[in-house]
């Protein structure tokens, strides 16, 4: 069984450029979180996918955007990149009814902006 | 979500119990304690959960205060490899109206178990 898969596992880019990060979530769950972890910090929140709608957000602008297929894979757009992007960016997956609703998290895509 | 407070470093001898300590005083009645660890350059670890009865899974025990204003959650014999960031979430059932609760995460406690 294959857990949460994310990538690409390095990426390097420079200011005012735009990325897109990919995620496989775990078998038989349905829903889709992503979080931005800066070094030496906790991950941070920033959208939450479910039946291909953004269901909650985190305090990020707008840049940042989001997609989620009918297989339940999902996608992290960011636009117009500036230096404090850099960093680990996790996808996590769930499922959706279930009431503790326990994550499973992918191995992140390290994002450098020059 | 409640906030918590964890130390933010731990040490333990391999093979001796990791004892790591979480205060919730804020916690409400419907909010659950869950506990993930992160092992350096990787994803988040689920490891358990629960809500104020004490739990064990394969990979720990979580003991809950009866107030539930504190945890603590036990690793019976600390290895080389549970060497990580452990995060102690206090973290609210899923919302009925349609979106499931994220994580929010702190500063964790940082355990280095020693040879």
């Known amino acids: 069984d294959a857990g949460v898969t994310q990538s690409p596992t390095h990426l390097i880019k420079t200011r005012g450029q735009q990325v897109t990060l990919r995620c496989s979530p775990k078998?038989?769950?349905?829903?889709v979180s992503w979080y931005q972890q800066a070094l030496g910090q906790g991950p941070q929140f920033i959208f939450q996918y479910y039946e291909e709608e953004e269901r909650q957000r985190g305090n990020f602008p707008d840049r940042f955007s989001g997609h989620q297929f009918p297989n339940y894979s999902s996608e992290l757009n960011v636009n117009a990149l500036l230096l404090g992007d850099s960093a680990l960016y996790l996808c996590?997956?769930?499922?959706?009814?279930?009431?503790?609703?326990?994550?499973?998290f992918g191995p992140g895509t390290r994002l450098t902006v020059l | 979500d409640a906030k918590t407070t964890q130390p933010p470093s731990m040490d333990c001898a391999e093979g001796r119990a990791a004892n790591l300590p979480c205060n919730h005083s804020t916690i409400s009645g419907n909010e659950y304690v869950y506990w993930y660890r992160q092992i350096h350059s990787q994803g988040p670890q689920y490891i358990i959960h629960?809500?104020?009865n004490n739990e064990t899974n394969e990979m720990a025990s979580l003991i809950i205060t009866e107030d539930r204003k504190s945890s603590t959650l036990i690793l019976p014999h600390a290895t080389l490899r549970d060497t990580a960031v452990y995060y102690c979430?206090?973290?609210?059932?899923?919302?009925?109206?349609?979106?499931?609760?994220?994580?929010?995460f702190g500063s964790g406690t940082q355990l280095t178990v020693l040879p």
């Open positions: 979430i206090v973290r609210s059932p899923q919302i009925s109206s349609g979106s499931a609760r994220q994580l929010t």
């Open positions: 629960g809500l104020k």
């Open positions: 996590a997956s769930s499922l959706f009814r279930r009431e503790y609703n326990e994550q499973f």
């Open positions: 078998s038989g769950h349905d829903t």
